[in-house]
C-alpha cells in the first residue's frame, strides 16, 4: 500500500472529533447532567401547577356567573366572563368595611414591624456583644408560642387599654408575630452590606445616622423588601388572632371565617380571590424591585 493510499485509510483527527463515541455531549457525565437538569425542570414545573392550578380555577370561578360555580367538572377555559360574583361577594353585610380594615392593618403592621425590626436587625449586623447568639435564639423562639396560650391574655390586656375590638389591637398582635422574622432577615441582608461603605462614609463627613441613611439603607433595600413581602401576606391571611381580638371590628379573613359554614358556594370562591390577589400583586410588585436590586448586595 502507497502512502497516499495509507494516509486515506487512516482517519484524520477530524474524523476522530467526529465519532460519536467520543463527543462531549455523549458522555456518561453529560448524560447524567441532562437527566438531572431535565428531573429537576419537571419538579419545578409540577410545584408551579400545584400552586398555580388552583389560583387560576378560584380565579375563573370568581369571574363567571354565580350558577356556573356549581358545574363540575369546571371547564378550564370559562364559556362567560362576568364580575357577577365578585359584585354579590363586595355587596355582602360588611365586606367592604372589613376589606378596608384588613389594608389598614397590614399597613400598619408593616409599617410598624419596619420601624422596630430594622433597627434591631442593624444592631445585630453592626455590633458585637456578648450573648448575641443566644440573643437571636430567644428572637426565633418567640415564635414557638402558640396563639391560643397568649390570646387571653392579650384580649385581658387590650380591654384594660381601651383598645380592644379595634384595628389597632390587631395590627399590634400582627407586628408580635412579624417582627422576630423582619429582625432576622434584616440583619442577614446588613451583614452583606459591607462595613468599608459605612466607614468612608463616616470619613468623608457622615454622621452614623446619615451613613447608614445615605449608604447602608439604599443597599439593604432588597431585605427590607422581602421583609414587607413576609409582612403583609402574614398581615392579610392571618385569621386567628382577628377572630380571638375582635368581633364587630372584623378583618377580611375573620369575617370570611364567620360566614363560611351558612355562604354558598359563589361567596366562598369570590372571598378566596378578594383574599388571594392582594398578596399576589404585592409580592409581584416588590418581586421586580427586590431581584432589580438583589445583584448589587450580592456583589
Known amino acids: 500500500m502507497s502512502a497516499v493510499e495509507q494516509a486515506q485509510a487512516e482517519p484524520g483527527p477530524e474524523a476522530a472529533l467526529a465519532r460519536p463515541a467520543d463527543r462531549p455531549d455523549r458522555s456518561p457525565a453529560a448524560r447524567r447532567r441532562r ?4 428531573l429537576t425542570y419537571a419538579v419545578a414545573v409540577l410545584l408551579s401547577l400545584f400552586v ?15 350558577e ?5 367538572p369546571k371547564p378550564f377555559i370559562p364559556g362567560t366572563v362576568s364580575a357577577e360574583t365578585v359584585r354579590f361577594f363586595a355587596d355582602s353585610t360588611g365586606v367592604t368595611a372589613a376589606l378596608w380594615r ?5 399597613a400598619l403592621t408593616l409599617v410598624l414591624s419596619t420601624l422596630l425590626g430594622a433597627p434591631a436587625g442593624y444592631a445585630l449586623a453592626r455590633f458585637a456583644f456578648r450573648g448575641k447568639s443566644t440573643y437571636r435564639l430567644l428572637i426565633l423562639s418567640t415564635r414557638a408560642f402558640p396563639i391560643v396560650i397568649l390570646s387571653i391574655p392579650l384580649a385581658v390586656t387590650f380591654i384594660t387599654w381601651g383598645i ?5 389591637s ?24 459591607p462595613r468599608d461603605l459605612e466607614e468612608a462614609a463616616r470619613t468623608l463627613g ?15 433595600l432588597p431585605g427590607l423588601a422581602a421583609a414587607a413581602i413576609f409582612t403583609f401576606v402574614l398581615s392579610w391571611n392571618e385569621v386567628f388572632a382577628a377572630v380571638i381580638l375582635t368581633l364587630r371590628q372584623r378583618t377580611l379573613p375573620a369575617l370570611v371565617l364567620a360566614a363560611l359554614n351558612t355562604s354558598p358556594l359563589p361567596f366562598r370562591f369570590a372571598a378566596a380571590w378578594f383574599m388571594l390577589a392582594p398578596s399576589l400583586v404585592v409580592i409581584f410588585v416588590i418581586r421586580r424591585y427586590l431581584l432589580g436590586l438583589w445583584g448589587r448586595v450580592a456583589r
Not at 398555580?52 to 354565580?66: D, K, Q, W
Open 35 to 38: 437527566r438531572v437538569r431535565a
Open 52 to 66: 398555580l392550578v388552583p389560583i387560576y380555577f378560584i380565579t375563573v370561578t370568581a369571574f363567571t356567573p354565580r
Open 68 to 72: 356556573v360555580s356549581y358545574d363540575f
Open 102 to 106: 384588613s389594608v389598614v392593618v397590614a
Open 164 to 168: 380592644y375590638d379595634t384595628t389597632y
Open 170 to 193: 390587631v395590627a399590634l398582635m400582627h407586628t408580635g408575630l412579624a417582627l422576630p422574622f423582619t429582625i432576622l432577615i434584616t440583619s442577614s441582608i446588613f451583614v452583606s452590606v
Open 206 to 220: 457622615c454622621t452614623p445616622l446619615g451613613a447608614f441613611v445615605k449608604v447602608v439603607l439604599p443597599l439593604a
